[in-house]
C-alpha cells in the first residue's frame, strides 16, 4: 500500500502534522487539505493539546506549493467546479490557521513556496532554517499570489510585498525574517531538539507562552538581511500605482540591480502582473475574510485564462520554460464579485 500523504501524530502536548509527498516537494493536494482541514478542527477542541506543529518529510522542502497540474488538467478541461472546490477548501484552510485558537509553529526546513506559505505564514510562528527558500511565484505561471498573499504581501515592510508578489523573488533565510515571512530562525540539525522541547510544554499550562519560551531559546541571528540593504530602492522603485510606471522607474534606475529586476519581470505574465498589482493594491485595505473572498473571485477567473494554461505547460508540462504569453488585458472584470462566493464557517 502506499503511504499517506500527510501524517499525524501527537507527542506530549503536541499535535504534529508531516506533510508526506517529498518526492513532489510535498506539493499541496485537495484531498491533503481535506485531512488537514478536519484534524485542526478536533485538535482545536482536544483540551490534552496545548499546540500545534506542521513540518514536511524529506530534506529539500517544507512545501513547494499546492497541486498545480490538477489544477491545470481542470482549467484545460474547463472543470470550474473543481476550481471553485479547490480554492474554497484551500482558503478556508488558510483562514483556519490565521484565526487558530492555539499555537500553530511551522517548521520551515527548505523550499517553501505557494500553497506552502498559506500553510505556514498565518499561523503564530514561523521557524525557517537556512534551507529556507521562499518566494510567491504565481505570476510566472500566469497566477497571482493566493493563498492569504492579498492580505500579507502588503503587510510586509514598505514595497517589499509588492517586489516579491510580482517579480517572484526568492527568499533565504534572513531575508525571510526581515520580510516577516519568519518569525523565527533555528539551524536545521536543531529542529529535532525543538521539537522535543515543544512536546515537553504542559497541556493545561500557559501554551502561548510556554511555546513561545521554547521558540525564543532555539532562536539565533541569521545575520544582515540582503533585503535590508536594498529597501530604499525597493520602496521607491515599486511605488508606482501602475505596471508600466514602475517598470519606467526600473529603466530609469543606474542600479544594475535595477536592470536585473526589470529583466525578470519581463518573463511574468503581463496579464498576471497586472492582476496582481491590482490585487495588493485593495489588499492593503481588507481584512483577512474579505482577502480571501477576493481571491476566490480572482483565481477562478485566472486559472481559466489562456496565461495559466500557458504557463503551467511550459514549467510544469512541457518545462520548455519558453511561455508564450498574451498581452496585457484588462483585469477589473475579474475583481466583480460573481455567483460564487466565499462563506466560512463558524
Same mark, same amino acid.
Given at each position: 500500500?502506499?503511504?499517506?500523504?500527510?501524517?499525524?501524530?501527537?507527542?506530549?502536548?503536541?499535535?504534529?502534522?508531516?506533510?508526506? $509527498? #517529498? &518526492?513532489?516537494?510535498?506539493?499541496?493536494?485537495?484531498?491533503?487539505?481535506?485531512?488537514?482541514?478536519?484534524?485542526?478542527?478536533?485538535?482545536?477542541?482536544? @483540551?490534552?493539546?496545548?499546540?500545534?506543529?506542521?513540518?514536511?518529510?524529506?530534506?529539500?522542502?517544507? +512545501?513547494? /506549493?499546492?497541486?498545480?497540474?490538477? !489544477?491545470? %488538467?481542470?482549467?484545460?478541461?474547463?472543470?470550474?467546479?473543481?476550481?471553485?472546490?479547490?480554492?474554497?477548501?484551500?482558503?478556508?484552510?488558510?483562514?483556519?490557521?490565521?484565526?487558530?485558537?492555539? =499555537?500553530?509553529?511551522?517548521?520551515? %526546513?527548505?523550499?517553501?513556496?505557494?500553497?506552502?506559505?498559506?500553510?505556514?505564514?498565518?499561523?503564530?510562528?514561523?521557524?525557517?532554517?537556512?534551507?529556507?527558500?521562499?518566494?510567491?511565484?504565481?505570476? /510566472?505561471?500566469?497566477?497571482? =499570489?493566493?493563498?492569504?498573499?492579498?492580505?500579507?504581501? #502588503?503587510? +510586509?515592510?514598505?514595497?517589499?510585498?509588492?517586489?516579491?508578489?510580482?517579480? /517572484?523573488?526568492?527568499?533565504?533565510?534572513?531575508?525571510?525574517?526581515?520580510?516577516?515571512?519568519?518569525?523565527?530562525?533555528?539551524?536545521?540539525?536543531?529542529?529535532?531538539?525543538?521539537?522535543?522541547?515543544?512536546?515537553?510544554?504542559?497541556?493545561?499550562? %500557559?501554551?502561548?507562552?510556554?511555546?513561545?519560551?521554547?521558540?525564543?531559546?532555539?532562536?539565533?541571528? @541569521?545575520?544582515?538581511?540582503?533585503?535590508?540593504? $536594498?529597501?530604499?530602492?525597493?520602496?521607491?522603485?515599486?511605488?508606482?500605482?501602475?505596471?508600466?510606471?514602475? &517598470?519606467?522607474?526600473?529603466?530609469?534606475?543606474?542600479?544594475?540591480?535595477?536592470?536585473?529586476?526589470?529583466?525578470?519581470?519581463?518573463?511574468?505574465? #503581463?496579464?498576471?502582473?497586472?492582476?496582481?498589482?491590482?490585487?495588493?493594491?485593495?489588499? &492593503?485595505? !481588507?481584512?483577512?475574510?474579505?482577502?480571501?473572498?477576493?481571491?476566490?473571485?480572482?483565481?477562478?477567473?485566472?486559472?481559466?485564462?489562456?496565461?495559466?494554461?500557458?504557463?503551467?505547460?511550459?514549467?510544469?508540462? %512541457? &518545462?520548455?520554460?519558453? =511561455?508564450?504569453?498574451?498581452?496585457?488585458? @484588462?483585469?477589473?472584470?475579474?475583481?466583480?464579485? /460573481? @455567483?460564487?462566493?466565499?462563506?466560512? #464557517?463558524?
Amino acid at each position: 500500500m502506499s503511504e499517506p500523504t500527510v501524517l499525524f501524530e501527537t507527542r506530549g502536548a503536541i499535535g504534529r502534522i508531516t506533510l508526506n $509527498r #517529498p &518526492k513532489a516537494l510535498n506539493a499541496l493536494t485537495l484531498e491533503q487539505i481535506r485531512q488537514i482541514d478536519p484534524a485542526l478542527r478536533r485538535w482545536a477542541a482536544d @483540551p490534552a493539546i496545548a499546540a500545534v506543529v506542521i513540518d514536511g518529510a524529506g530534506d529539500r522542502a517544507f +512545501c513547494a /506549493g499546492g497541486d498545480i497540474r490538477a !489544477l491545470y %488538467d481542470a482549467a484545460v478541461a474547463g472543470d470550474e467546479a473543481f476550481l471553485v472546490d479547490f480554492y474554497r477548501e484551500e482558503y478556508t484552510l488558510n483562514r483556519l490557521i490565521k484565526t487558530y485558537p492555539k =499555537p500553530y509553529v511551522a517548521l520551515l %526546513d527548505g523550499i517553501t513556496m505557494g500553497g506552502g506559505v498559506g500553510l505556514s505564514v498565518h499561523g503564530r510562528h514561523r521557524v525557517a532554517t537556512e534551507r529556507i527558500t521562499f518566494a510567491m511565484p504565481e505570476t /510566472g505561471i500566469g497566477f497571482f =499570489p493566493d493563498v492569504g498573499g492579498t492580505y500579507f504581501l #502588503p503587510r +510586509c515592510p514598505g514595497a517589499v510585498g509588492t517586489y516579491l508578489g510580482l517579480t /517572484g523573488a526568492r527568499l533565504k533565510v534572513a531575508d525571510a525574517l526581515y520580510a516577516g515571512i519568519a518569525t523565527h530562525v533555528t539551524p536545521s540539525d536543531k529542529l529535532g531538539d525543538l521539537l522535543a522541547a515543544l512536546a515537553d510544554i504542559p497541556a493545561g499550562g %500557559d501554551a502561548d507562552g510556554d511555546v513561545a519560551a521554547v521558540l525564543a531559546r532555539f532562536h539565533q541571528d @541569521p545575520g544582515p538581511a540582503p533585503l535590508a540593504a $536594498r529597501r530604499e530602492a525597493i520602496d521607491r522603485l515599486f511605488a508606482g500605482t501602475t505596471v508600466t510606471a514602475i &517598470k519606467a522607474a526600473l529603466a530609469a534606475d543606474a542600479d544594475p540591480w535595477a536592470a536585473e529586476t526589470l529583466a525578470t519581470l519581463n518573463t511574468k505574465s #503581463p496579464t498576471a502582473v497586472a492582476a496582481t498589482l491590482e490585487q495588493l493594491r485593495r489588499g &492593503k485595505t !481588507l481584512d483577512f475574510d474579505d482577502a480571501m473572498r477576493l481571491e476566490l473571485t480572482l483565481g477562478v477567473h485566472m486559472a481559466l485564462a489562456p496565461d495559466f494554461r500557458e504557463g503551467v505547460r511550459a514549467v510544469i508540462v %512541457d &518545462k520548455d520554460n519558453a =511561455p508564450q504569453w498574451q498581452p496585457e488585458g @484588462p483585469v477589473a472584470h475579474w475583481f466583480e464579485p /460573481g @455567483p460564487v462566493r466565499l462563506e466560512f #464557517p463558524a
